[in-house]
């Protein structure tokens, strides 16, 4: 994250005074680790020397803590992904409408511009617009576990000791869809859903003996996977493409029932004081070069038209070794989430977490 020192801040606005300019103005970033990288600040700054960047790192539970507690105040850019949008303006009433005439959605792939904009969509007027996207899924070391295909195979016996899973809501949607359940669908009827998340724990309970460590964060699932300690997990892609980029065995593997793909989005907090600076800084980011850096620092694929070509060369191999156009095609993605359903999930995570030590 790049920060200008205090003192620096002191005297350059005390200068800009004295010439009778106005103070810089303060872009304040809730997002994701790796979605500011520091090139990326510093180039942005440069360009915009009236901008100083403000960068604070988050997640998708806690961007909506955050907003929710200051009622959409303290930071003029979120980046929440796209099926955390919808029910939580309804709820909680923390975010504005964007105007699309400031951003330029020509250069953003249609498929994702439009199902973002009909996901976050609001008596008409759009809430988002699509950044990066990504899937959630497994890896595996295929030298070890050549036919890890599902995410039942995180449970199964031969690899007893040897996987690892993060206990979120992720593993309880990708569980259910091994158990040959439609959790999105049964969004609608949320006593079918939670009929799913008891079957889902019962199944993630019984599994505690195949799990050698619940990871946290990536640093320590890929710790774990390089040093050998385990040979298989669930994963977000761009974490499995980073370590195969360091030993080519180890790679994303889409679950054969769909990976579960996110978008995640740009979204104006209700109370920002600064939106020209954050339309600008949407737009900087979805120039093809800084698409490049980005997706360097994030591991994700860009919205934009053309975004795999834009890739890092080591991106794109292991994107090729991941991925075949039939996997692309049985994605499924986040479905908006309904109130209530997260309270449900966390819930059932608490459960397993007591019955297992995770």
């Known amino acids: 994250m790049h920060m200008k020192t205090t003192v620096a801040s002191l005297l350059a606005a005390t200068m800009l005074m004295g010439?009778?300019?106005?103070?810089?103005e303060t872009l304040?970033?809730?997002?994701?680790?790796?979605?500011?990288?520091?090139?990326?600040?510093?180039?942005?700054?440069?360009?915009?020397?009236?901008?100083d960047v403000e960068v604070t790192f988050s997640n998708n539970e806690e961007m909506i803590a955050k907003l929710r507690a200051t009622g959409g105040a303290g930071f003029d850019l979120a980046q929440p992904s796209h099926d955390r949008i919808h029910a939580a303006q309804l709820e909680y009433d923390i975010y504005k409408p964007m105007d699309l005439s400031k951003i330029d959605t020509d250069v953003m792939s249609p498929s994702l511009l439009e199902g973002v904009k009909a996901n976050t969509t609001i008596d008409g007027e759009v809430y988002a617009v699509p950044h990066q996207w990504g899937t959630s899924g497994l890896?595996?070391?295929?030298?070890?576990?050549?036919?890890?295909?599902?995410?039942?195979?995180?449970?199964?016996?031969?690899?007893?000791g040897k996987t690892s899973m993060r206990l979120k809501r992720t593993i309880l949607l990708g569980t259910a869809f091994a158990m040959g359940e439609d959790p999105f669908a049964a969004y609608a009827d949320l006593d079918k859903y939670q009929e799913i998340l008891d079957k889902v724990a019962d199944k993630l309970i019984e599994c505690k003996a195949n799990i050698k460590a619940y990871w946290k964060g990536g640093d320590d699932l890929s710790a774990m996977m390089l040093s050998g300690e385990i040979v298989a997990s669930e994963t977000w892609d761009s974490t499995a493409y980073k370590l195969f980029n360091q030993n080519e065995n180890i790679v994303f593997v889409p679950p054969k029932t769909g990976a579960l793909a996110w978008i995640d989005t740009f979204a104006l907090p209700r109370k920002a004081k600064a939106d020209d600076a954050a339309y600008k800084w949407i737009?900087?980011?979805?120039?093809?070069?800084?698409?490049?850096?980005?997706?360097?620092?994030t591991g994700a694929i860009a919205s934009v038209k053309g975004a795999k070509d834009l890739l890092p060369d080591d991106k794109k191999?292991?994107?090729?070794?991941?991925?075949?156009?039939?996997?692309i095609d049985n994605l499924k993605f986040f479905a908006n989430i309904p109130p209530g359903v997260e309270d449900m999930e966390g819930k059932t995570l608490e459960k397993i977490k007591a019955a297992t030590g995770g």
């Not at 304040?28 to 360009?47: C, D, H, I, M, N």
């Not at 890896?139 to 007893?160: I, R, T």
């Not at 737009?283 to 620092?297: D, G, K, Q, W």
């Open 19 to 24: 010439a009778g300019s106005a103070q810089a």
């Open 28 to 51: 304040r970033l809730l997002t994701w680790g790796s979605y500011a990288p520091e090139e990326l600040v510093q180039k942005f700054e440069e360009e915009y020397p009236d901008i």
């Open 139 to 160: 890896m595996a070391d295929k030298s070890v576990a050549p036919d890890f295909a599902g995410w039942d195979d995180l449970c199964d016996p031969q690899y007893k």
């Open 283 to 297: 737009n900087f980011v979805l120039r093809p070069e800084n698409v490049t850096i980005m997706s360097a620092s």
């Open 317 to 327: 191999a292991a994107v090729n070794a991941a991925f075949t156009d039939a996997d």
